[in-house]
């Protein structure tokens, strides 16, 4: 088993900054790839980007150049630094873990662990 504890969401103006933590524990050396999805009101979950345990990473075209994705394997934790924020990056904001080599990295069916989840609120 995996446990997934994200932390560092609030409230931001727009153009600002947030940093997201996405603490891992338990069987960690099973993890292959790290994501991020987020889910607005209303809307269903989306893919945001992940990472490779080779550090390659991949973005939704939506925050292509404003967030950026990183991992520290020593601390089991990857981080999703986000930048230009603007209110349509509102929503809660989910840690997700592979552990069976999903190449299915852009959808919900990719990952089998899940975080709680931390929300994140642009206002303008």
């Known amino acids: 088993q995996v446990q997934l504890v994200e932390s560092g969401g609030g409230l931001v103006q727009a153009g600002g900054s947030l940093r997201l933590s996405c603490a891992a524990s338990?069987?960690?050396?099973?993890?292959?790839?790290m994501g991020w999805f987020r889910q607005a009101p209303g809307k269903e979950r989306e893919f945001v980007g992940t990472?490779?345990?080779?550090?390659?990473?991949y973005y939704a075209e939506s925050v292509k150049g404003r967030f950026t994705i990183s991992r520290d394997n020593a601390k089991n934790t990857v981080y999703l630094q986000m930048n230009s924020l603007k209110p349509e990056d509102t929503a809660v904001y989910y840690c997700?873990?592979?552990?069976?080599?999903?190449?299915?990295?852009?959808?919900?069916?990719?990952?089998?662990?899940w975080g709680q989840g931390t929300q994140v609120t642009v206002s303008t």
């Open positions: 997700t873990a592979d552990t069976r080599g999903s190449s299915y990295v852009s959808t919900l069916s990719g990952y089998d662990y």
């Open positions: 338990g069987r960690t050396f099973s993890i292959l790839t």
């Open positions: 990472i490779r345990r080779s550090g390659n990473t």
